[in-house]
Structures are given as C-alpha cells and as structure tokens.
C-alpha cells in the first residue's frame, strides 16, 4: 500500500498569545513539523503591533478584511482586503494594527516560520 500523497489540516495548533492576536497554523514546525514552509490564519486587535524583526524566510500575506500596516526597511506599506504581499528573506520588518477595526489574514512562509529565525528585536 502506498504512502498517502495528502493531509487534511481539521485542528490547526492555537499559537499561544498574550497580545490578542489570534494564531492558528496549519502547517509548519508547531503544528505539523513542517520544515519546508508554514500557512497560518491569522486575526490581529484593533492597535496591535510587535517588535521589528529581521527574517530569515520569506513571507507572503492574504488579507481577507481589515487592513494591515508593515514597515519594510523603513516604508510603509497598508495592505487592504484582497491585496497581498511578497516580503524577501531579509528585509527589517514590524507588522502592526494601528487602525480601528481586526485584520484578518494568512501568512504562508518558506521556509517556515521558526521562532529561532524570525530574530525580533527587544522592545526597549
């Protein structure tokens, strides 16, 4: 009998969160030891934001609703419902949610996204 060419994700691992944020990956090393990339659901508060961070993988986000603000390398880019952005290995990035209403979005990085790789900077 052969391997089984597919998976079926029906309880994505609840990334644990002090901020409001809802995380929820598919796939990816939390959820199903997945090296080679991460899909992951995400809903940020109204005036959410993290630490700026320098990845070591690229990552691509969907936004469903809301918008989502990014600095990248010192510009500004608001993502609105139905736009989505490539953001390279690399580049020094803060993701934020300064606006009134939730963001909802996935975010797919390759390879995937590793905690030991995202290098945030402390907030000082």
């Excluded at 969160?17 to 199903?32: M, N, R, V």
């Excluded at 990552?59 to 809301?66: A, H, S």
Aim: proline residues 6%; charged residues 25%.
């Amino acid at each position: 009998m052969s391997e089984k060419k597919y998976f079926l994700q029906t309880a994505p691992f609840r990334v644990p969160t002090t901020d409001g944020k809802l995380i929820e990956e598919h796939f990816g090393l939390a959820s199903t030891r997945t090296e080679a990339f991460s899909v992951a659901h995400m809903v940020a508060p109204p005036h959410w934001s993290e630490p700026h961070q320098t990845p070591e993988f690229d990552e691509v986000t969907i936004v469903l609703r809301g918008r989502k603000q990014i600095e990248i390398d010192g510009e500004t880019v608001v993502l609105s419902a139905g736009q989505t952005l490539h953001i390279k290995a690399g580049a020094r990035i803060r993701y934020a949610n300064p606006f009134d209403e939730e963001v909802e979005y996935w975010s797919i990085c390759v390879p995937a996204f590793d905690i030991n790789t995202v290098n945030r900077e402390d907030e000082a």
